[in-house]
């Protein structure tokens, strides 16, 4: 029987494992992946990390992100949304669960898109769960800190952001009801916190969501944001959701391959620092293929270097990790520049053939 994150009935302190040990997990050179010992000793640091098998989400260590739009598709923008086909979702939800052995996945909204996803597996009794996501719009303007919004969002489209939010709660709440054996979770808003997006919402509303969404539902409530600001700004918030969901990219902050997974383990210890009791879950984590930002430090063989160390590690400390993700999307980031990192975060190209790392996890055995 598999485990699964309870919703939060009152405060626990997290288990602390008092083993006196050094990590070894040395700086390897550029292509060459850390080598987990099965035996090894944890550092203190890993310690302080290292969680309970029952705080897996739903049993799984290792999970992925969907997003099924390919080449010509997009979620609405304004203009109404190009979905993918019922065909197209079975054929991404076959390549996910039966060829590359994902059990969980992580989507992002409440919309018909999504809903044909929870519906599919239904349908066809699929061995994968889902983390639904309730997407939020913007309710404040952050014009001033987020670098792509050159003027203030009118106050009419905030106020009737505020409304549509509102409804996808409701809608959100009404799927995690009828989806029950599907949604294990459901999850929040994304990245709405931050002062650098687009979608900002404050953090007394988003409380007060979780709030309403945890009274509606019987799975876990969780918010995903960046480590950072959990770790800065989360204290309140994480009073209120079952677990704490962070994104971990190293990339965008700087780091090469050989710092990918040691940077990648001081977020999740900045966060266990100042949350010691909470439940993390990392909601995303990745490394691009390919991007006209980063050079070859994005390139297939450090994107199979970051993801195959890290979701070893994470198995490890028993945190579940949500892999971004798992197909490449045409759609995101800047339409004149189509070998930006936005683009080629997937394990598969958005023909649907595999990269490097899909390959080598194949081969290995690593996801299943």
Same mark, same amino acid.
């Given at each position: 029987?598999?485990?699964?994150i309870?919703?939060?009935?009152?405060?626990?302190?997290?288990?602390?494992?008092?083993?006196?040990?050094?990590?070894?997990?040395?700086?390897c !050179?550029?292509?060459?992946?850390?080598?987990?010992?099965?035996?090894? =000793?944890?550092?203190?640091?890993?310690?302080?990390?290292?969680?309970?098998? =029952?705080d897996?989400?739903?049993?799984y260590?290792k999970a %992925?992100?969907?997003?099924?739009?390919?080449?010509?598709?997009?979620?609405?923008?304004?203009?109404?949304?190009?979905?993918?086909?019922?065909e197209?979702?079975?054929?991404?939800?076959r390549?996910?669960?039966?060829?590359?052995?994902?059990?969980?996945?992580?989507?992002?909204?409440?919309?018909?898109?999504? =809903?044909?996803?929870?519906?599919?597996i239904?349908?066809?009794k699929?061995?994968?769960?889902?983390?639904?996501?309730?997407?939020?719009?913007?309710?404040l303007?952050?014009?001033?800190?987020?670098?792509?919004?050159?003027?203030?969002?009118?106050?009419?489209? $905030?106020?009737?952001?505020?409304?549509?939010?509102?409804?996808?709660?409701?809608?959100?709440i /009404?799927?995690?009801?009828?989806?029950?054996?599907?949604?294990?979770?459901?999850? %929040?808003?994304?990245?709405?916190l931050?002062?650098?997006?687009?979608? /900002?919402?404050?953090?007394?509303?988003?409380?007060?969501?979780?709030?309403?969404?945890?009274?509606?539902?019987d799975?876990?409530?969780?918010?995903?944001?960046?480590?950072?600001?959990? !770790?800065?700004?989360?204290?309140? $918030?994480?009073?209120?959701?079952?677990?704490?969901?962070?994104?971990?990219?190293?990339? #965008? =902050?700087?780091?090469?391959?050989?710092?990918?997974?040691?940077?990648?383990?001081?977020? @999740?210890?900045? @966060?266990?620092?100042?949350?010691?009791?909470?439940?993390?879950v990392?909601?995303?984590?990745?490394?691009?293929? @390919?991007?006209?930002?980063?050079?070859?430090?994005?390139?297939?063989?450090?994107?199979d270097?970051?993801c195959?160390?890290l979701?070893? #590690?994470?198995?490890?400390?028993?945190?579940?990790?949500?892999?971004?993700?798992?197909?490449?999307?045409?759609?995101?980031?800047?339409?004149?520049?189509?070998?930006?990192?936005?683009?080629?975060w997937?394990?598969?190209?958005?023909?649907?053939?595999?990269?490097?790392?899909?390959?080598q996890?194949?081969?290995?055995?690593?996801?299943?």
């Amino acid at each position: 029987m598999k485990l699964i994150i309870a919703k939060k009935r009152k405060k626990t302190m997290n288990s602390i494992f008092a083993i006196v040990i050094f990590f070894l997990a040395s700086s390897c !050179a550029e292509n060459t992946k850390i080598k987990f010992n099965n035996m090894r =000793e944890l550092s203190h640091h890993e310690q302080l990390i290292k969680q309970q098998n =029952e705080d897996l989400l739903n049993g799984y260590s290792k999970a %992925i992100c969907y997003s099924g739009f390919r080449s010509g598709q997009h979620p609405d923008r304004g203009d109404g949304a190009k979905n993918p086909s019922y065909e197209e979702i079975l054929e991404d939800l076959r390549i996910i669960s039966d060829v590359a052995g994902f059990k969980m996945i992580r989507i992002y909204d409440c919309s018909l898109n999504s =809903e044909m996803i929870l519906s599919i597996i239904k349908e066809y009794k699929m061995d994968i769960k889902v983390m639904l996501g309730i997407w939020l719009r913007a309710e404040l303007s952050n014009h001033h800190t987020c670098s792509w919004l050159n003027s203030p969002i009118p106050d009419d489209e $905030l106020a009737n952001n505020k409304k549509l939010n509102l409804e996808e709660i409701q809608s959100g709440i /009404k799927l995690a009801n009828f989806y029950k054996d599907e949604v294990i979770a459901v999850n %929040i808003g994304n990245e709405a916190l931050v002062d650098w997006n687009d979608h /900002k919402v404050d953090n007394d509303t988003i409380i007060s969501y979780v709030k309403m969404v945890s009274a509606s539902i019987d799975q876990p409530v969780t918010v995903a944001e960046n480590y950072k600001w959990w !770790a800065d700004h989360g204290y309140e $918030l994480s009073q209120v959701v079952d677990f704490v969901s962070i994104h971990l990219y190293p990339i #965008w =902050e700087g780091r090469n391959i050989n710092q990918g997974l040691s940077y990648s383990i001081d977020n @999740v210890l900045e @966060v266990r620092n100042k949350l010691p009791d909470a439940k993390i879950v990392v909601a995303e984590a990745g490394w691009p293929s @390919v991007s006209s930002e980063f050079g070859d430090i994005a390139s297939e063989s450090n994107q199979d270097r970051y993801c195959e160390e890290l979701m070893t #590690w994470c198995k490890e400390m028993n945190i579940t990790i949500f892999c971004f993700e798992a197909f490449d999307e045409d759609w995101k980031g800047n339409p004149n520049d189509m070998m930006g990192a936005e683009k080629h975060w997937g394990l598969y190209n958005v023909d649907r053939t595999p990269k490097l790392v899909m390959r080598q996890f194949q081969e290995q055995n690593i996801v299943k």
